[in-house]
């Protein structure tokens, strides 16, 4: 799975939606895998707000605990981000619940988990597992399956972004469609997502104006 792909949507959509310019990110393991979603996120935003903060991003070195989710998710708040994005896991639900009780937005992960806290979680970057063993079975059943690695990409209908049932109607104007047209660039090749974080700068210094 491309998850920079899917992540650099939910920066350019934080980047776009901030009204303090500070976002920050809150991660699980400090591994590359995760490192992915945290390079995109910063190109996105930073693509869409050349302004716009990135705090120093949070690690809780842990998958499970809510709780360091969410003292990472305050530290940012209080650093003045009002949007964190995480990639943590169940950790992540910390993030979750302290954006809530500070009234910012939180950016869900893996699932749509937009409904975890309506109207607190901006958009949830997904992860489409589903439509990874549809194809698969498909091809199967087409007789046009072949050994190897498969690449899920925002193309492929691999990652994405949720509907974002409860705050679309919280966008800045013109957001959503802003969002769209620079996923159809991303699809068309025209703009190559970094997925390390030592490489955002060359890609935002490359990227089409």
């Known amino acids: 799975f491309k998850e920079e792909e899917g992540s650099f949507l939910a920066g350019y959509l934080a980047g776009l939606t901030t009204k303090t310019g500070k976002i920050g990110f809150v991660g699980g393991m400090e591994i590359p895998l995760i490192k992915k979603f945290q390079a995109g996120y910063e190109a996105g935003a930073t693509m869409a707000n050349p302004s716009v903060e990135l705090l120093p991003a949070k690690y809780t070195g842990n998958w499970d605990d809510a709780g360091l989710g969410k003292a990472a998710a305050n530290v940012l708040i209080g650093q003045g981000a009002d949007i964190v994005y995480h990639a943590a896991g169940r950790a992540g639900l910390g993030v979750i619940d302290a954006a809530k009780e500070k009234n910012v937005f939180a950016i869900g992960v893996d699932s749509?988990?937009?409904?975890v806290a309506p109207g607190t979680v901006l958009t949830s970057m997904i992860k489409r597992v589903d439509e990874a063993v549809y194809s698969t079975i498909r091809d199967l059943l087409d007789d046009k399956f072949s050994a190897?690695?498969?690449?899920?990409?925002?193309?492929?209908?691999?990652?994405g972004l949720s509907e974002m049932r409860n705050t679309k109607d919280k966008l800045p104007e013109g957001a959503f469609d802003k969002v769209l047209a620079v996923a159809e660039k991303v699809k068309s090749g025209e703009l190559v997502v970094p997925s390390k974080v030592e490489d955002v700068?060359?890609?935002?210094?490359?990227?089409?104006?």
């Open 201 to 209: 700068a060359a890609f935002l210094a490359n990227a089409p104006k």
């Open 112 to 115: 749509d988990q937009d409904d």
């Open 148 to 159: 190897g690695q498969v690449v899920y990409d925002l193309k492929a209908n691999g990652v």
